[in-house]
């Protein structure tokens, strides 16, 4: 993988967010690629057992995502009715005030709002919307990671545990039952009353399994890890990542013939497309590298073919296609662009780069 390419990648990818987990995946991943120690995945995470202290105008994710965040809400973003989506910010807003205060405070008033006024599931799972108690698998990459970035900033055991908690709950509703033939371990996309979809999605199991794993890592990370209540949530987190991994193998290696995920995993209607076959790429060398016990071999060898299958389908300009729209997931029209299979493609990049190079 050239850097030219990667640089191509990147500029689409900036070039193409519009929307607020666009702009904050699209942060995280330039974090990940420029900034790889201080990344949650990094050899630098909290020192001191503090947040990183980075320099905002030198840093290429801080200085994209400032513009895009709002000091003066209590969302870090308009998130157009979603109450998840806004806190994909939160990494990024806790990262700039660690030297310009207004967006700690911002960052703080996101974490109370998803706490204290967004809807809640019966089981206590925050809903990824504000009108009603609705579940989303996208939310797991945007919400728990912040809620887990947050409770290093306030030193706060219980919110971190909190935020591995989310990722159960959500686990509780949205897991489809272990004795299921079809798609055991995998996640359906919606569960709720205005936009379910039970389809097995395969970027909303991306976005499941990769959001765990930025939790994982902070609390490993944590000082807290050791601590017995932590240290057996932790062990739970790392088992469903697991099961949406080995699901997500399984229903691949039913299609030998076929090198990308489709876009709903158990379903052959369906097209194969780059954008959940990316992130879930990816988050198989993050947890090779966070968990390489539990994580070896037949998680890396699936890691690199499919690395190698992705890096076929992206043209000489950074543009990775096929891909499923990214605004309307029932749409059996393959995409051209999309901006969040653009930030995959950079987190598989730098997910693969820490892993070879033992980062």
């Known amino acids: 993988m050239s850097a030219e390419l990667i640089s191509n990648i990147i500029s689409q990818g900036q070039r193409l967010a519009t929307h607020s987990w666009e702009y904050g995946t699209f942060a995280e991943a330039l974090l990940e690629w420029y900034n790889p120690s201080s990344s949650v995945f990094g050899n630098n995470t909290f020192p001191d057992g503090k947040i990183p202290v980075l320099q905002v ?10 513009p895009h965040i709002s000091t003066d809400s209590d969302t870090l973003v308009d998130g157009d009715g979603a109450a998840g989506d806004p806190a994909s910010l939160g990494v990024s807003a806790i990262l700039i005030g660690q030297t310009e205060s207004d967006f700690l405070s911002a960052a703080d008033r996101q974490v109370q709002h998803l706490l204290n006024s967004v809807p809640r599931w019966s089981n206590g799972a925050i809903s990824h919307r504000e009108s ?11 919400a728990p990671p912040t809620l887990a970035y947050w409770a290093i900033q306030s030193d706060d055991e219980g919110l971190l545990n909190t935020a591995i908690q989310q990722c159960s709950l959500y686990q509780q509703v949205l897991g489809v039952p272990s004795d299921a033939q079809s798609a055991a371990g995998l996640w359906h996309h919606i569960v709720g009353p205005q936009s379910q979809d039970l389809g097995i999605w395969s ?14 890592a902070t609390a490993k990370k944590s000082r807290f890890a050791g601590n017995g209540g932590t240290s057996g949530a932790i062990t739970q987190l790392k088992n469903i990542i697991r099961s949406i ?19 709903y995993l158990n379903d052959t209607t369906w097209f194969a497309e780059l954008s959940g076959t990316t992130l879930l790429t990816a988050t198989a060398y993050r947890m090779a590298q966070l968990e390489p016990a539990d994580f ?4 890396i060898s699936w890691a690199d073919s499919k690395r190698q299958a ?13 891909v499923i729209n990214p605004l309307n997931w029932k749409d059996k029209t393959p995409a051209t662009e999309s901006p969040e299979a653009q930030s995959f493609a950079v987190l598989m990049f730098a997910a693969h780069r820490d892993f070879t190079s033992g980062h």
């Open 310 to 322: 992705i890096t076929d389908k992206i043209s000489s300009d950074g543009l990775l296609s096929p």
């Open 296 to 299: 070896g071999n037949n998680y």
């Open 57 to 66: 105008d030198s840093t290429q994710s801080l200085s994209y995502v400032k």
């Open 245 to 263: 991994l080995d699901g997500a193998i399984a229903r691949d290696n039913a299609e030998p013939n076929e090198p990308l995920l489709r876009n």
């Open 203 to 216: 970027t909303g199991n991306g976005w499941a399994a990769a959001g765990m794993s930025r939790v994982l």
């Open 132 to 142: 009603v108690a609705e579940l989303w698998a996208d939310f797991i990459y945007m």
